[in-house]
């Protein structure tokens, strides 16, 4: 299966990029378990005119293949959410679509996959990318100087909410009162 990373070099689509090393108090595994659910509202924050996470509509871990959910922005717009592949302790990946507002104009898709792996000195690797699939070739200039460079922003910014977590022991209590998560 080609993964998301080969699909947009094939496609020419342009990408976003976040990085990060952690030396986690917890085990590949199980940093890509607290990973993986994580409530998007406590990650991703605004940043310049690329709106914030206000919630989302799953009501249960956000875990499993072919799970659907609304993702609520904080300027009242909304996006689809699809998770479509989920290798434990190594990778998953998802789809982006169905946007409502401004973004709407500009992007049909983001396919979103992140990738998790061990060095040799047991620090985690996490590898972050956004494929941003535009609704014609004449916003895709648009999307690489100015979705792009906004977008690396609360990228970054939630790796290091997670790193800082990971790295701290002091693990985000999840607030969905549903599931037992």
Known sequence: MLSLNMIAQ???YPLAKAQSQVKSTLSLEESFNYIVPMDLEHIFQAYSFIPGI???SNDSAWIEPGMMRIVYFDDGSQSHEYLLSVSPGESFTYKVNSFTGPLSYLIEQINGSWSFAEDSSGNLQIE???EFIPKN???KPLIRWFIIPR???PMNRALEIMKLELESGKLYPYKRRFGNW
Request: aromatic share 20%.
């Open 151 to 153: 977008i690396q922003v």
């Open 10 to 12: 094939n496609q020419n």
């Open 54 to 56: 206000d919630s989302t």
């Open 128 to 130: 972050w990318v956004y």
């Open 137 to 139: 070739r004449w916003v």
